[in-house]
T-cell receptor
Framework: ETGVTQSPTHLIKTRGQQVTLRCSSQ?????VSWYQQALGQGPQFIFQ???????GRGNFPPRFSGLQFPNYSSELNVNALELDDSALYLC????????????FGPGTRLTVT | DQQVKQNSPSLSVQEGRISILNCDYT??????FLWYKKYPAEGPTFLIS?????DKNEDGRFTVFLNKSAKHLSLHIVPSQPGDSAVYFC????????????FGTGTRLKVLA
């Protein structure tokens, strides 16, 4: 059984650019959640995808968007990057949307300069 | 508005002694609580959880206590081991709406050999 994987591991972007982060969910899981963890903070919920549809969103602006594919993998896209977007982005997969079980990937460290 | 708070950013404990990590929450709608452990460069790893219908849950060296009237939970690690050194996050969730986690800011535990 493969765990949650994320790519890339690290990324450096310039303010104003766009970025796409990728996540492969654990085998058998159809739900993916994305979290942003700023330095010294706990992870903050961005949104969740279930069966290719957004299934809940946290307090993040529309320039944070996502996709889920038929194989349940997911992308997080951030447009017009700001310096404050520098953070660790974590993906978590669940066997279904109505469960407390979430399994986290290792994260993507995004630095915006 | 920080709904889940971990007021101790760090804690040092001697090997073999008890580690007690604390967490407070404000939202009475939370009905499920979890503790995650995080090592550098890794995603959070699930440690132990507790439903709001219980006041204690035990798993080996780890015990979580929930005091609903005080909106407080704690994680006890007995005996503490050097390998327990990590950042510990408290998280809360609710069955209402999206099963997302609200995380605290974390407590860095250092177990001294």
């Amino acid at each position: 059984e493969t765990g949650v994987t994320q790519s890339p591991t690290h990324l450096i972007k310039t303010r104003g650019q766009q970025v796409t982060l990728r996540c492969s969910s654990q085998s058998g899981h159809n739900t993916v959640s994305w979290y942003q963890q700023a330095l010294g903070q706990g992870p903050q919920f961005i949104f969740q995808y279930y069966r290719e549809e957004e299934n809940g969103r946290g307090n993040f602006p529309p320039r944070f968007s996502g996709l889920q594919f038929p194989n349940y993998s997911s992308e997080l896209n951030v447009n017009a990057l700001e310096l404050d977007d520098s953070a660790l982005y974590l993906c978590a997969s669940s066997p279904n949307p109505a469960t407390y079980e979430q399994y986290f990937g290792p994260g993507t460290r995004l630095t915006v300069t | 508005d920080q709904q889940v708070k971990q007021n101790s950013p760090s804690l040092s404990v001697q090997e073999g002694r008890i580690s007690i990590l604390n967490c407070d929450y404000t939202n009475s709608m939370f009905d499920y609580f979890l503790w995650y452990k995080k090592y550098p460069a890794e995603g959070p790893t699930f440690l132990i959880s507790i439903s709001s219908i219980k006041d204690k849950n035990e798993d080996g060296r780890f015990t979580v206590f929930l005091n609903k009237s005080a909106k407080h939970l704690s994680l006890h690690i007995v005996p503490s081991q050097p390998g327990d050194s990590a950042v510990y996050f408290c998280a809360a969730s609710t069955a209402s709406g999206t099963y997302k986690y609200i995380f605290g800011t974390g407590t860095r535990l250092k177990v001294l050999a």
